[in-house]
């Protein structure tokens, strides 16, 4: 019924370029603050970019400012994950992550791998 599934994701070599897409059904996406996570291995997961429901804001953390940007189209039901000038310390699973705070809503996907690696 719902669901948030990720795309994009896979091995690229430093300084390259992926861009992850995450598809929602089930769920009038419009009403949704979306956010990337990812969390590598034997690390917690954290956040890396949010946006508003309409895309008029938008915040990332400090390890990933002037490369990644975050975006959505409403119309296509989608949010993106633009990362660019990729560096080993990337890799992780990507996920993205649905909210309506208010209502004490929230989606998970399950995850996209990305490799950043020689």
């Known amino acids: 019924q719902v669901q948030f599934v990720e795309s994009g994701g896979g091995l690229v070599q430093p300084g390259g370029s992926l861009r992850l897409s995450c598809a929602a059904s089930g769920v009038i996406f419009s009403r949704y603050y979306m956010s990337w996570y990812r969390q590598a291995p034997g690390k917690e997961r954290e956040l890396v970019a949010g946006?508003?429901?309409?895309?008029?804001?938008?915040n990332y953390a400090d390890s990933v400012k002037g490369r990644f940007t975050i975006s959505r189209d409403n119309a296509k039901n989608t949010v993106y994950l633009q990362m660019n000038s990729l560096k080993p310390e990337d890799t992780a699973v990507y996920y993205c992550?649905?909210?309506?705070?208010?209502?004490?809503?929230?989606?998970w996907g399950q995850g996209t791998q990305v490799t950043v690696s020689s």
């Open positions: 992550h649905a909210s309506r705070s208010t209502y004490g809503i929230e989606y």
């Open positions: 946006i508003t429901s309409a895309g008029g804001n938008t």
